[in-house]
């Protein structure tokens, strides 16, 4: 009876709200407003099942014989009772198994004590909440990163997909442009060609006409036979350099610009004196460069095609092409002027960029190509600017 | 009066004491309120002329650092194991709660909810649940849920009420 008096003493002073459970869970004492600590505000009375007004105990009979059994020390159950009132439900060992020893606990009762911890709890939930959000943030800034990474390779692919169907699309074009330039070839060899063979069929017609009325000697036909031979030593010689100056070179080599470009002229001059385009080549002989001597020869050509479509699209009376070579601070400049009217002010900054043209059946590729091989596979620099009544394009290498 | 003790888990912020208080009370909130501890909820179903006592176990959601309180889920009858369908990294957990579920001393019914539904195109969710099922290959019974709109979660209380009293498929 004393230590019911002792914990009276101690418990009834509302410190702690409490319920006194026997070994088959029954109330068997309960301090005053302990119902407030009950779901629903159960009733609480003595022989009453515990679990009726508390189910947080439900579940955990085993802890709670064990406790009963001194297996066990006491333990906290926190719970929400009514939000925002939180609870720790601290579970004692109670009253003591008198047959048994000091060594042996059992214990014929279980005190359930009752702490409103809502002040501390609600610290404790503010934190958690805190670090919640916090990590709820962070995910979603994870996920937005996932997926802007994902966008980004999305575009990347678009963007390659994209550069790969251009290059195809370049590579078609400058197939295109070369096989026009090709075709174009064959007509600057045909109109080489005419001549020598018209000079060998009226060779051959002389010699067939001498040969039947019996006035072919010796000396006339070696005469004949060797004016043959140089006419087809000069075909030749056409072929020989239309086949040089489609094989580009992949080594850089040092070359003649002069040789190089007069090669060139030689290729096309009967074309552009058909068209009767004047074409004029002065300068310093002994320059010498390092480079693509072909890929060069093919920016001198397509420069000199957009003079003549120039010319053509608006032919007069004195049209001129002066290609000029000479040195200015250890590097070369070519510059090939015409009076052809000159590129309209509003087209001049974009003439190098691809697929610009004027033309109507323009590829636009030519002066781009040009640009690239200078710059990029020479690290030269290739300019254009209007002067009177015509333009310049200057080479530096 | 029978007592069926139901535990709700999984990560936090997944939505369990949403799904509860849209089945005891039919109500819900949109604002976010961490569970500390435990809550437990009561509500009274009528099974065949009989009276069950459902006691629901509001669990504090587990976070990476910080599990859940096994003690909590001691003589539960059956086990909801929640996800935040928008949140991938709450469908990976849930393989991890479902094997706590499973060490238990006896085997409990346990039901997956897939909770936030509303927030994405119903399509986009059964493509969710599907692969969740494909890669969870523990999981019995899976409910694509929504505790704002209401829809699956008496649909899903139900049938755990049933695979509890031994009814379930």
Request: include cysteine.
């Amino acid at each position: 009876m004393y230590l019911q008096e002792v914990f009276n003493a101690i418990f009834k002073n509302h410190l702690y709200e409490y319920f006194v459970i026997n070994r088959h869970f029954k109330i068997i004492e309960y301090s005053d407003e302990v119902s407030k600590y009950c779901e629903e505000g159960g009733n609480s009375s003595d022989e009453t099942d515990i679990f009726m007004l508390l189910p947080e105990l439900f579940g955990i009979e085993r802890e709670l014989q064990e406790v009963f059994d001194g297996l066990k020390d006491s333990f906290v159950i926190p719970y929400i009772l009514k939000d925002p009132n939180y609870v720790n439900m601290r579970i004692h060992p109670g009253r003591q198994e008198r047959s048994f020893s000091r060594d042996e606990k059992q214990f014929e009762t279980l005190i359930i004590l009752f702490e409103n911890v809502t002040e501390t709890a609600t610290v404790q939930q503010s934190l958690i909440q805190e670090r919640n959000e916090r990590t709820l943030l962070l995910e979603e800034l994870a996920d937005k990163n996932r997926q802007l990474k994902r966008f980004n390779e999305q575009m990347q692919e678009v963007v390659d997909e994209q550069i790969k169907l251009n290059l195809e699309k370049q590579k078609t074009v400058e197939l295109q442009s070369r096989h026009a330039q090709i075709g174009e070839m064959i007509g600057m060899i045909t109109h080489q060609w005419k001549q020598p063979l018209n000079a060998i069929n009226a060779i051959s017609t002389l010699l067939k006409l001498k040969h039947q009325t019996g006035k072919l000697d010796a000396e006339l036909f070696n005469i004949n036979i060797e004016n043959i031979f140089t006419q087809t030593e000069h075909m030749n010689q056409t072929v020989n350099d239309f086949q040089r100056f489609f094989n580009p070179r992949k080594e850089k080599v040092s070359f003649n610009l002069l040789e190089n470009i007069s090669t060139i002229l030689t290729l096309v001059e009967i074309d552009y004196k058909l068209n009767d385009i004047t074409l004029e080549l002065d300068g310093d002989e002994s320059i010498v460069v390092y480079g693509y001597p072909n890929e060069y020869n093919q920016v001198i050509l397509s420069i000199l095609k957009n003079a003549k479509d120039a010319f053509l699209a608006a032919p007069h009376d004195y049209m001129q092409i002066t290609i000029s070579l000479r040195r200015h601070n250890d590097r070369s400049v070519v510059t090939i002027k015409d009076n052809a009217g000159g590129i309209p002010d509003h087209i001049i900054d974009t003439i190098f960029d691809l697929y610009m043209t004027t033309k109507d059946e323009g590829s636009g590729l030519g002066l781009n190509i040009a640009k690239s091989v200078i710059e990029s596979n020479m690290d030269g620099r290739l300019d254009v600017r209007n002067i009177q009544n015509g333009a310049e394009f200057s080479i530096y290498l | 009066m029978i007592s069926k003790k139901v535990v709700l888990i999984g990560d936090f912020s997944t939505g369990k004491t949403s799904l509860i208080r849209r089945f005891v009370d039919n109500q819900f909130s949109d604002a976010y309120l961490s569970t500390i501890g435990v809550k437990i909820s009561r509500k009274n179903i009528l099974w065949e002329e009989n009276e069950i006592q459902g006691l629901i176990w509001d669990i504090e959601g587990g976070t990476p650092m910080k599990a859940i309180n096994r003690s909590y889920l001691l003589g539960a009858h059956g086990c909801i194991v929640v996800a935040d369908i928008t949140r991938p990294q709450t469908l990976e957990s849930l393989q991890d709660y479902i094997e706590v579920m499973q060490q238990g001393p006896s085997q409990i019914p346990i039901v997956v909810a897939l909770n936030k539904c509303d927030l994405i195109e119903p399509s986009h969710a059964d493509e969710i649940a599907a692969g969740v099922k494909v890669k969870q290959n523990k999981i019995e019974e899976l409910y694509l849920t929504s505790a704002k709109e209401g829809s699956g979660v008496e649909a899903m209380f139900e049938l755990l009420g049933r695979m509890m009293i031994g009814e379930g498929e």
